[in-house]
Structure formats: C-alpha cells, structure tokens
C-alpha cells in the first residue's frame, strides 16, 4: 500500500515562510518523480513544483524565486520551502507521485501525470 504523508501546515502571516514535509517510501522517493501541488477552495488543482529521480526541478511561475522543492538526504522525506508568502498562497497543499511514464519535467505539473496522492495540509496566509 503506497502512502505519502504530508505535514508541515498551518497558519502564517504574509511574508512569512513554512516548509511543508512529505514522508514517502524508499521505493517511491528513489524511483519516482515527485511533486507538490495545491488547490484553492473554488479553484483547480494546481501543479506547484516538482522533482526527477536525478534532482532536476520545475516550478510553476507563480512561486519561481519563492518555493524550494527538495529531497531529504538522509530520509525519504519531500520537501516544500515556502519563503515571502502571500495570502494567494492559501491552499489544500498536495504531495503526489508520478506514473511511471513520468520521467522528467515535461508534464510534471499535469495532475493527470499522477496516480498515488497524500491525503493534502492546509496552508493558509493572512
């Protein structure tokens, strides 16, 4: 059974910065691209940032320069920095896995490309 757990949630102020967690298996943290993505009440999911089995990254225009997606070194934990945040930041945040056709960044913030989901953290900015 594939799980991804997510913490790391919570209410901030705007300008302030979190760092969201995603507990992933070895299988799945080593041979699956990942992501985070996240969805507005009312609005479409939304692909955020995500990472190839080789640490290559892509992010979404509206957070490049703020958010940090990374792979723990020592654990098979994924990672969301969240700096400078904004109250359009507010969101159900989502880790996923890709399938296994998804291998690189192209189509990574799709959420079609992808079949296993944590169960989401809310993040909200005031």
Known sequence: HVQL???GG???????????????SAFTY???????????PGKEREGVA???TDGTTSYADSVQGRFTISKGVANYTLYL???SLTPEDTA???????????????GCRNPQNFGIWG????????
Do not use: H, K, P
Not at 30 to 40: G, S, V
Not at 119 to 126: N, W
């Open 30 to 40: 080593t041979n699956y691209l990942l992501a985070w993505f996240r969805q507005a």
């Open 50 to 52: 995500c990472i190839t």
């Open 119 to 126: 169960q989401g953290t809310q993040v909200t900015v005031s």
């Open 92 to 106: 159900m945040y989502y880790c996923a896995r890709g399938r296994v056709i998804l291998r690189t960044v192209v």
């Open 5 to 7: 757990v997510e913490s």
């Open 81 to 83: 920095q969240m700096n």
């Open 10 to 24: 919570g209410s901030v102020q705007a300008g302030e910065s979190q760092r969201l967690s995603c507990a992933a």
